[in-house]
């Protein structure tokens, strides 16, 4: 039986992300991010100023939390999937993630399935032992590949440990991003977890807002800034699912 998580709502959850590079940004980012009433708020860490200090992390997750109910995704996107370049060395960056399994309230945990298998190990221990959930995630900006490697890493996710599988990936074209609405439900279907695809840039937009249809339990809107390309307007996608679904229903 697939793990419950991510499986209690027929339509998919939509995640907003954090982009602050301050505490004030990130303050008047989750004010408008609130106002979308969003299913999960990603913090994207790489691109806060103060990553450095552990208790500044701390203290915005603190904050966030107080604020509001929505269940938190820490991440600290790797340079080479997308992310900003940090000051961190691995081994702090790893330190940092643990402790904030350990010392904190987020609820997710983001960490790459290109990372050695022993740090996912250590990170997934931590997040079990936090009660925390673990996404495995894969990005490509470059290209989508094969329909096998897809299937691949989604399977390797869940070999290791993760609570979701994660890929996002570039079209190059827009049988790619068919492709991977095809491959979701092969991935849907094979694994005992949940699956979240999505195709990026312009012309991968369609898969932000059907991919449920295929078994994409979450999709990433813009709440004040875009973390990835392709991303939409939250409360356009938020509209633009509702009606695809008053069309043809939950489709499970």
């Known amino acids: 039986m697939k793990k419950d998580f991510l499986l209690l709502k ?7 992300p954090l982009t602050g590079d301050t505490k004030k940004t990130i303050d008047e980012q989750l004010h408008t991010t609130l106002s979308h009433q969003p299913d999960i708020i990603e913090w994207r860490v790489d691109f806060f100023d103060s990553i450095k200090y552990v208790h500044e992390v701390l203290e915005v997750i603190k904050k966030i939390k107080l604020t509001t109910k929505i269940p938190l995704l820490f991440t600290i996107r790797a ?3 997308g992310g900003e370049r940090i000051v961190l060395n691995q081994h702090e ?27 996912v190990e250590e990170i997934r221990k931590a997040t079990e032992s936090n009660n925390k959930k673990l996404i495995l995630s894969y990005h490509n900006f470059e290209f989508t590949p094969t329909n096998e490697k897809l299937i ?30 095809q491959v979701t439900k092969e991935m849907d279907e094979l694994l005992s977890i949940p699956v979240v695809t999505m195709s990026m840039g312009d012309i ?18 813009i709440g004040a800034e875009s973390s990835a390309p392709g991303q939409i307007q ?12 008053e069309l043809v229903g939950t489709w499970k």
Not at 10 to 16: E, H, N, S, T
Not at 155 to 178: Q, Y
Not at 234 to 245: H, N, P, S
Request: net charge negative; aromatic share 6%.
């Open 10 to 16: 027929k339509k998919p959850y939509i995640c907003v």
């Open 79 to 81: 340079e080479h999937e």
């Open 93 to 119: 960056k790893l330190k940092l993630i643990m402790e904030v399994c350990h010392h904190s309230s987020v609820d997710l945990i983001d960490f790459e399935i290109s990372n050695g298998i022993n740090e």
């Open 152 to 181: 691949q890493l989604a399977v390797k996710a869940e070999e290791l440990g993760a609570d979701v599988a994660k890929i996002a990936v570039m079209p190059e074209s827009k049988e790619d991003v068919l492709r991977l609405l």
């Open 204 to 221: 991968g937009g369609l898969s932000r807002v059907i991919g449920w249809v295929y078994g994409s339990a979450m999709t990433f809107g």
């Open 234 to 245: 939250v409360d356009k996608l938020q509209g633009a699912i509702e009606r695809t679904q």
